[in-house]
């Protein structure tokens, strides 16, 4: 009987469309790969396996993606729409914006697929999504050019029991300034797995702004890894929003290669039923003067459950850095759970570095002061909800996100 | 209006309320006094209906109705308002959006329509000028920073904005100087009808001379010893409490 990996080695293969994302002798180093479990420090708390082992050799669905609803309202910027990894160009809306290209990775060339040179975190997921890579984005911006307009890609998928591939490279040269936002999202109901790699590479003084936001359906199974490369004085933030799916799992590294970068990790999750949602992120400081914060604030509810590891790493000749990282999660019922578990790891002397990690109920008094003013027992728990989030969501300055995520979160209150 | 009867209450297994009696008519000032920890906040708290005290006896019936039956909600769409001796600061929530809510979440009780943007802000600015609260406070997130006397204010300015039918301040004029306790018993005396009631909780006298009461009560050790008119004010804060528990050994 094949093993779990072969089983979706064979799956991808099939998929393959992409090739030269990954050295030719890497078969070999997938098939190594064992299928994390619970004694993996870094799978602790996550039950891949289990996700790995369900079938998944369903049918992807091309036509009929139906994304009406992910849309953003008046929305003028460039729509990249993926379904099920595929570039639609009849579904996508983007004009070629002086110093901005956007293709589908499919046509990148080689030399534009060697820009991204973020070889950082290796692993199953990394390897399988590069063996089998059924396309993506790829996005680059010049030197010098400041994208006018936001890119808004929609990563659709369609199709029950189906996995997809899918990989985006974002290449920000010198001085170069982009908005891109990225709406992960399933035919609803629609049992999905996607294994997606995002690979950002930011070069000096770039600036590159990231809002992820995870809205699949109820049986939609999300293996994310992003993975940044920051050179001097450029700037990397990511707003990573987590409503949907029934399994997710973020994997984030930023590599900060450069002095006086700024790095900025923001997240809400508003978890409920069943739903399983993994953080982990990591922020590895490698030069002096920079500045790094993080915030992660979640909702827990029913018997829903969450995980959150953040690592920041300072090295040894990282001085004068400043990093932050805060994670606070609130339970709304007894079966919830949550596990925290921030982490500071300084080689170097002179660094300023906080972390923390909290976790409790709602304010019992604030919702008592509430109700005592005629505001329902439940409106008053989605008021609190609301503002607990509030300060992360103040944090993302692209009004169509920001308001998408506010109705998203009202939704989320409302069934 | 208000009917209390034998009222017992309890917190971690420790009896507060004892018995308590009191009646409230239409119209009334009632003021209650007594002794730190004697169980005033308790009693506000109950009528409001904090659920971390358990009756454990007695009935209030207000308006005709049973009010331990009801949600704190229920109470204050019914009417009741609790002014809290320490208003809670929520962090996020705008002061406003949270006056609307209430009054809208009221007003569906009511089976009302929503109240009309223009109309609260009709509102905000007739009621906040009554309390002389500053405009940027209602904006702000509730109570957050608001000082002491700020937070008392908002209190005010809250009940006026939800007219109330029975009013229990907790204190408000505790950390009130002097102007600002005139501008509250300005605020609570110009929302005062024939058809409300007002319990005032408090340790002074000088704020019943603003807020002048039909009836003063002293509660001690979770019951009400003594009952009084205005005067009983007065004599309090001239020889303390001392001699009610004197005569409360004497009985
Ligand atoms: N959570 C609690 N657990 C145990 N005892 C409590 C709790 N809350 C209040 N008490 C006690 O109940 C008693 C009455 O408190 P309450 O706040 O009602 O007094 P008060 O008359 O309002 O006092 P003050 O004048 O200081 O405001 C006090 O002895 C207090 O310590
Ligand atoms: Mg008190």
């Not at chain 1, 064992?34 to 602790?44: L, M, T, Y």
């Not at chain 1, 770039?206 to 004085?233: F, P």
């Not at chain 1, 300023?352 to 439940?378: M, N, P, V, W």
């Not at chain 2, 300005?186 to 009461?213: C, E, F, M, W």
Request: hydrophobic share 40%; proline share 2%.
């Amino acid at each position: 009987m094949a093993s779990v990996i072969e089983n979706l080695v064979n799956i991808a293969d099939k998929a393959r469309r992409v090739s030269g994302l990954i050295p030719s002798d890497s078969l070999e180093r997938l098939l190594a790969n064992n299928v994390p479990s619970r004694f993996d420090e870094e799978w602790k708390y996550t039950n891949v396996g289990k996700v790995l082992k369900q079938d998944w050799t369903g049918q992807a669905v091309y036509d009929e993606a139906n994304i009406e609803r992910f849309l953003f309202n008046d929305f003028d910027g460039h729509l990249v729409v993926l379904v099920n990894g595929t570039l639609d160009l009849s579904l996508s809306s983007f004009s070629q914006e002086d110093g901005l290209t956007i293709k589908p990775l499919v046509e990148a060339s080689q030399e534009e697929l060697a820009l991204k040179t973020v070889e950082i975190q290796q692993g199953l997921f990394i390897d399988l999504n590069g063996h089998g890579c059924s396309g993506g984005v790829f996005l680059h911006v010049d030197k010098g050019v400041k994208v006018s307009k936001p890119v808004h890609i929609i990563n659709f998928l369609n199709g029950e029991g189906s996995m997809t591939q899918s990989r985006n490279i974002f290449v920000i040269e010198s001085f170069g300034q982009c908005d891109v936002i990225e709406t992960f999202c399933n035919e609803s109901g629609d049992r999905t797995f996607r294994n997606s790699v995002a690979d950002f590479v930011v070069k000096d003084g770039g600036q590159l702004q990231y809002d992820k936001v995870q809205q699949d359906g109820i049986a939609g199974h999300h293996v994310a890894t992003e993975r940044v490369h920051q050179s001097r004085d450029s700037r990397f933030g990511i707003n990573s929003i987590t409503l949907g799916g029934k399994f997710v799992r973020n994997n984030l590294e930023i590599v900060v290669e450069g002095e006086n970068c700024h790095s900025e990790l923001n997240g809400v999750y508003l978890l409920k039923g069943k739903q399983h949602v993994d953080n982990h992120t990591k922020v590895d400081h490698r030069k002096a003067h920079c500045t790094s914060s993080e915030l992660y604030k979640g909702i827990i509810d029913d018997q829903s459950t969450g995980v959150f590891n953040g690592k920041v790493l300072v090295r040894e000749n990282a001085q004068k850095i400043e990093a932050y990282q805060h994670n606070s999660n609130v339970l709304l019922s007894d079966f919830a759970a949550i596990n925290a578990k921030p982490e500071l790891e300084i080689y170097a002397d002179d660094v300023k570095c906080s972390h923390g990690s909290t976790t409790g109920q709602l304010d019992e008094e604030a919702l008592f002061y509430l109700r005592s003013r005629g505001i329902s027992e439940s409106l008053a728990k989605q008021i609190l909800v609301r503002a607990f989030v509030s300060e992360v969501i103040e944090e993302i300055k692209n009004l169509y996100v920001k308001d998408k995520v506010a109705e998203l979160i009202d939704k989320h209150f409302s069934v | 209006m208000l009917e209390i009867k034998e009222l017992r209450a309890e917190i971690a297994g420790k009896e507060i309320l004892k018995g308590i009696n009191l009646s409230v008519g239409a119209g009334e000032v009632h003021a209650v006094m007594g002794p730190n920890g004697s169980g005033k906040s308790t009693l506000s708290a109950v009528l409001a209906g904090r659920d971390d005290y358990e009756v454990t006896g007695g009935e209030v019936v207000y308006q005709g109705k049973d009010l331990l039956d009801m949600d704190p909600e229920e109470r204050a769409w019914e009417g009741v308002f609790l002014a809290f001796q320490y208003p809670v600061e929520i962090p996020g929530v705008s002061n406003l959006n949270f006056l609307k809510a209430a009054i809208n979440c009221k007003r569906e009780h009511l089976g009302q329509e929503p109240i009309s943007a223009k109309e609260f802000l009709g509102m905000v600015k007739e009621k906040s000028k009554l309390v002389e609260l500053d405009s940027k406070l209602a904006n702000r997130a509730v109570n957050e920073g608001f000082s002491g006397g700020e937070k008392k204010r908002n209190e005010i300015f809250q009940m006026a904005m939800l007219e109330p039918s029975l009013s229990l301040l907790d204190e408000t004029d505790s950390g009130l100087d002097i102007d600002a306790l005139r501008i509250v018993a300005n605020g609570v005396n110009t929302l005062k009808s024939s058809n409300t009631a007002t319990v005032v909780v408090t340790h002074y006298q000088r704020l019943l001379d603003y807020i002048v009461p039909d009836y003063v009560h002293v509660l001690f050790d979770g019951r009400i010893v003594k009952t009084g008119g205005k005067e009983l004010a007065l004599e309090l804060e001239e020889k303390g409490y001392d001699w009610i528990k004197n005569e409360q050994v004497e009985v």
